[in-house]
């Protein structure tokens, strides 16, 4: 006859240090097993909250502006940078309109922490539409760190519109630029942001340079240092210490300091006696930091008093010297300058012209 064994689930010991120690490895899986159970629970709002904001990036997809899309962008908009990720990377998208939206929400969350990848976007994106809402969004952002690309695309960019819109986020920046600094904009000149550190910021009033050097947490202004009213303005790209100056009737300027002293460069220029000669534009090659391009005009007129262009000067020396380069074709005063390449690109009104260096 067969019975069937009886089984005791009650562990058995003999030894009772074995015991101990059977229980104190049961002990230490059970206290894994619940920060297990606690990690995850911990998890899961933030991937729901991940797989949410994915869900409401994808509707950007859509071309028309339908129910979903709108209450997608008010949904992204509210959860602020906590959507930034999700929109950086719908920047890179292979859909084109997606890229457009993206932009367009980075510059209605306003976060810094979106400069950057607006700023790539803006010079690289092959779509006129996504390049003009990343120029837009990042006039919303308060940072000074793409006012030199926004200059450049003002100028370079192929699209009327890119160009316009780049022109229009400068024009709110400026505006923050002298609330930052704490000057009354009617009597802000002219301003510089230095090219390889966008920290160190240049703002002429009258004679006087109000500096920056760490993004507008402070300024510092340096009473009278400048020759005259200042009329453009630009940093050196390899030290944010050397400073060109277009100066109202007295030609170009130079600082090595940081703006603390100034030594003319007019060597070549001509500047004429007695009439006011305007430099209303300076660039600096990106690559070749010693070559300046400038353009000048004059004011005439008793009554109504006029600018009429006259050239473009060109320096290989660090303005040491100049010399013509172009006789200026525009009749509208040059605004923005900018070389790429072997040619200078110069804004003048809505209409850029093109000339070849050398």
Known sequence: ??????????????????????????????????????????????????VRIQGLVNELGQDRLTARRHNAQRELELAGTEAIP?????????????????????????????????????????????????????GEINSFASMSDLQRAAVLDSNALVRQTALDSLARMRTRLALSARIDERELNSYAV????????????????????????????????????TNSLVVSPVSPLTVYAGVDGMGMYKSMDGGREWNAINNGLNVP???????????????????????????????????????????NDGGATWSVMQENKSREAVTQLAIKGNQVYALAGNQVMVYRLG
């Open 86 to 138: 999700a929109l950086l990377v719908a920047l890179r998208s292979d859909n084109a309109v997606m890229r457009r939206n993206a932009a367009d929400m980075l510059g209605f969350i306003a976060s810094p922490r979106a400069t950057s990848g607006l700023q790539y976007t803006l010079v690289n994106d092959t779509a006129p539409a996504v390049r003009r809402n990343a120029a837009w969004a990042l």
């Open 273 to 315: 006696a007695g009439a006011r000669y305007i430099v209303s534009a300076i660039t600096i090659d990106p690559t070749e930091p010693q070559r300046l391009v400038i353009s000048t005009g004059v004011m005439l007129g008793a009554g109504k008093v006029e600018f009429v262009p006259t050239q473009l000067m060109l320096s």
């Open 1 to 50: 006859m067969v019975t069937n064994p009886t089984f005791n689930l009650q562990p058995t010991f003999r030894s009772p240090q074995k015991r101990i120690v059977v229980w104190t490895i049961l002990v230490l899986a059970l206290a894994s097993l619940a920060l297990v159970v606690v990690m995850t629970a911990s998890a899961n709002p933030a991937n729901s909250a991940e």
């Open 194 to 229: 230095a090219p390889q550190t966008s920290e160190v910021v240049y703002v002429a009033t009258r004679r006087n340079l109000t500096v920056t050097r760490d993004a507008g947490k402070t300024w510092t202004t340096l009473p009278n240092t400048l020759p005259g009213l």
